[in-house]
């Protein structure tokens, strides 16, 4: 749908985060660290995971759409938002602003159901672990992350079009560093209760599915690690589930703070806030939460690291020093 046929706005301006300019210069150092964290953690977590066949498993495999779906939302919303840092006018296009909000859309519903995915697949190696290899199938991985994208797709499409039927008539300020939902409801010169509450429908489906399922699927693991009897067997299970359960936290806790709550309690610069959370610092400590925490990655990350440093004789000494 062409902008001009839909609004008398071509393009918009995007505030920002803040408009003192004494904070300006640290938040962009600040932000652009972020970033770059952001983009060597998870496309180091995707190198590893392709190069170790050990990782080739549904947790990591998991996990490699996971940082894939990090590294490319991060990408579609951080350097726009570094630019208002820098520019004394971020200007977007109409078309351009449509664009980052429907990707923007895609990557977040799509790493919701991700998360779920994960939730299941431990729910199976935990409770029904004779089952496992038959249960998370190659092709079940498949199947989940194909309808994570799917739903992701859907999601965009239908969000999308709510934005694209509103009308901008004069005022092109967007208060926020993106193009996001409510910042450009409370633009529109025509926004009704209706595009409000389709709004929080889809973000409650979107949310909402997602955590039912991991509710459940931890509600089993929990009831299972009490039956179990050996301390070992408990820490164990907890060790496996507590990085996802971290980051389970931090983003369905910033995304429903962000936006399943009403403007008359959190104002839009606070929900800001909240978003720069989930869009910016999530994405960036999943990949450190997962390698820190996780012996197989360590150990995939030494590996790899002594292909590329150590000479083939030196490599041969360390794979017999191994299987000894």
């Known amino acids: 749908m062409a902008a001009d046929n839909t609004s008398s706005v071509t ?18 150092f600040l932000f652009l660290g972020f970033y770059v964290v952001t983009l060597v953690g998870n496309l ?12 080739q498993i549904p947790m990591y495999l998991f996990l490699f759409n996971l ?13 726009k ?29 799509s790493e919701s159901f991700i998360l779920s995915a994960m939730a299941y697949d431990r729910y199976v190696a ?11 199938s190659p092709q079940v991985c498949l199947f989940l992350s194909w309808v994570s994208y799917g739903i992701g797709i859907w999601g965009a499409i239908v969000h999308t079009g709510n934005i694209l039927f509103l009308t901008f008539c004069a005022e092109n300020l967007l208060n926020h560093y993106m193009c996001d939902f409510l910042p450009l409801l409370e633009l529109s ?23 039912v ?21 408990r820490s164990k299970a907890f060790s ?7 980051a389970l936290s931090l983003f369905f806790g910033s995304g429903a703070f962000a936006y399943l709550k009403p403007s008359s309690i959190i104002p839009l610069d606070q929900g800001k806030v909240c978003t720069l959370f989930y869009t910016t610092v999530v994405p960036m400590l999943n990949p450190l939460i997962y390698s820190l925490r996780n012996k197989d990655v360590k150990l995939a990350m030494k590996k790899t690291l002594a292909r590329i440093t150590l000479s083939p004789k030196e490599l041969e000494i360390e794979k017999r020093d191994e299987n000894f």
């Open 44 to 55: 180091g977590l995707i190198i590893l995971i392709a190069l170790n066949s050990h990782l």
């Open 11 to 28: 393009e918009f301006i995007l505030a920002g985060l803040t408009d003192q300019p004494g904070l300006q210069p640290p938040l962009f």
């Open 67 to 79: 940082s894939f779906i990090d590294f490319s939302y991060s990408s579609t919303i951080v350097p």
């Open 240 to 246: 496996t589930c507590s990085s996802h359960i971290i």
């Open 126 to 136: 935990i409770c029904k672990p004779l089952l496992y290899t038959l249960t998370m």
């Open 213 to 233: 399922t991991i509710f459940l699927s931890y509600g089993f693991i929990l009831s299972s690690i009490l039956h179990t009897s050996s301390t070992e067997g």
């Open 189 to 211: 010169c025509n926004s009704s209760n209706m595009n409000t509450l389709v709004v929080f429908t889809l973000v409650a489906i979107d949310i909402g599915v997602p955590i």
């Open 81 to 109: 938002m570094l630019m208002s840092f820098v520019l004394k006018k971020n200007v977007i296009s109409y078309t351009g602003c449509m664009t980052q909000f429907f990707f923007f859309c895609f990557f977040v519903i």
